[in-house]
């Protein structure tokens, strides 16, 4: 069974830094592309990045660029999202989502993350 | 504003049809697949349509997806109670992105 649990959420100010983490079990995660979803309150899904099985090839949202950094570690079936320069609109609850087919075929339960002073 | 324009909401009596559309444009729709999620109150979303229309395993053949040019349906028929939820459409963009539409909420009357 498919299993994705995000951790590191949690309350920071403005300008804060948060690292989040995704462990994955029950598929060979080195084979499969990842990524990061978000939902802030009350809102519609919002993609944020996207890394490939290697990392050789990574995307992030324009929302995103330049503060977050996605990686991953193969060895340990891991998933992170280095949030840096948080700003109150980055309040949302963070999924990380496998990408086995063309689509986000699997989700994690999600992290939320407060941005507030 | 969503790159992918969904209707805000639908609704219909059990046991009725319902479509949701998704429109985009050739950056996007137009030259991808198109996924379908669902999403019930309080919980993560699932995959209900990949590809434009294949379902993953388990999803009931209630559920069904098209696309044409740049535009995708998600059809549920034999509307359930327990179908009350978020639907969301996505697909990839040619700028290297990953846009989903707004959201549409189905109400079951």
Redesign the interface.
Known sequence: EVQLVESGGGLVKPGGSLRLSCAASGFTFSSYSM?W?RQAPGK????VS?ISSSSSYI?Y??SVKGRFTISRDNAKNSLYLQMNSLRAEDTAVY?CATAV??????????TLVTVSS | QSVLTQPPSVSAAPGQKVTISCSGSSSNIGNNYVSWYQQLPGTAPKLLIYENNKRPSGIPDRFSGSKSGTSATLGITGLQTGDEADYYCGTWDSSLSAPFGGGTKLTVL
């Open positions: 990524n979803v519609g899904l919002e993609w996207s995307y949202a324009d999924y087919s063309s689509a986000f075929d699997y989700w994690g339960q999600g």
